[in-house]
């Protein structure tokens, strides 16, 4: 019996699965500032002379985890509102998702080029699929870019590899 050929992942099945992550990722860093900020107050944290600055220093960290609670926050917001176009036979831009062959490699790369939750990898259909920016630097060399094209990208370190574009959803 011959194996069977694992399905493709679709653009609305890497939309639904990037807002889900999101929102874990929205939750647990809310949770985690709430929980910082309580710290602040415990009485573990209470000055203990002039220069004993704990409960300062945890009222940044909580800060700054409430700033970046909202950001995610935005960044969901922003997604679940964003409607990825189709780019069947049109030029690759924000919103696509992407199949390319690259050099040296195995298996294909996945790639959702999108604005927010970049650097997210996903899991689908047994295929790793990562988010990108369009301001990236694989990104903005995708931008315009159509089924078929070929491009090669500097990795750190210099070595340079040839990119082919399989497919654009």
């Known amino acids: 019996m011959a194996p069977r050929a694992v399905p493709s992942p679709t653009k609305a099945t890497v939309h639904q699965a990037l807002l889900e992550h999101l929102r874990v990722q929205v939750g647990k860093m809310a949770e985690l500032a709430r929980d910082t900020a309580s710290a602040v107050t415990h009485e573990d944290n209470r000055s203990e002379g002039s220069k004993d600055m704990r409960a300062t220093e945890q009222s940044y960290i909580a800060r700054g985890q409430a700033m970046r609670t909202e950001e995610l926050a935005d960044a969901l917001g922003r997604l679940e509102a964003f409607e990825p176009p189709s780019y069947q036979g049109r030029p ?69 590899r040839e990119w082919v574009i399989e497919s654009i959803e």
Do not use: C
């Open 92 to 160: 690759l831009g924000a919103g696509a998702l992407v199949k390319a062959e690259v050099e040296g490699e195995s298996e294909a790369r996945w790639l959702y080029v999108i604005a927010w939750g970049a650097g997210t990898e996903l899991s689908i259909a047994n295929h790793r699929v990562m988010v990108i920016t369009p301001s990236s630097p694989v990104g903005r060399l995708l931008m315009g870019k159509e089924a078929g094209d070929v491009f090669e990208f500097a990795q750190p370190g210099g070595k340079r």
